[in-house]
Nanobody, 121 residues
Framework: QVQLVESGGGLVQAGGSLRLSCAAS????????RGWYRQAPGKQREMVAT???????NYADAVKGRFTISRDNAKNTVYLQMNSLKPDDTAVYYC???????????????WGQGTLVTVSS
């Protein structure tokens, strides 16, 4: 089974910073953490930032210049450094991954349990 464990969320004042971590584990053939998504109250889940195994990144316009995604492939961990946080960044943040149970298996996706980020004004 696949496990994605997020950590690092919390309460911070506007202008502050947080660093989220997503660690993947499981007795499977392969797993690749795609990136971070978030869901604010009453809104749909949206992409925040993604990163390929090779390090190519993509960011939502709302976070460009403030958030940085990075990864440590040896640790199967992806990070999200969030600076200059705004109240609009308040949401539950999820990481997501593609994985295969065996080499010949179909690719499936997995989601973490989410970590709450609250930015006060």
């Amino acid at each position: 089974q696949v496990q994605l464990v997020e950590s690092g969320g919390g309460l911070v004042q506007a202008g502050g910073s947080l660093r989220l971590s997503c660690a993947a584990s499981g007795s499977i053939f392969s797993i690749n953490i795609r990136g971070w998504y978030r869901q604010a109250p009453g809104k749909q889940r949206e992409m925040v930032a993604t990163i390929t195994r090779g390090g190519t990144t993509n960011y939502a316009d709302a976070v460009k210049g403030r958030f940085t995604i990075s990864r440590d492939n040896a640790k199967n961990t992806v990070y999200l450094q969030m600076n200059s946080l705004k109240p609009d960044d308040t949401a539950v943040y999820y990481c997501s991954a593609d994985w295969k149970r065996y080499s010949y298996s179909m690719i499936r996706d997995a989601w973490g349990q989410g970590t709450l980020v609250t930015v006060s004004s």
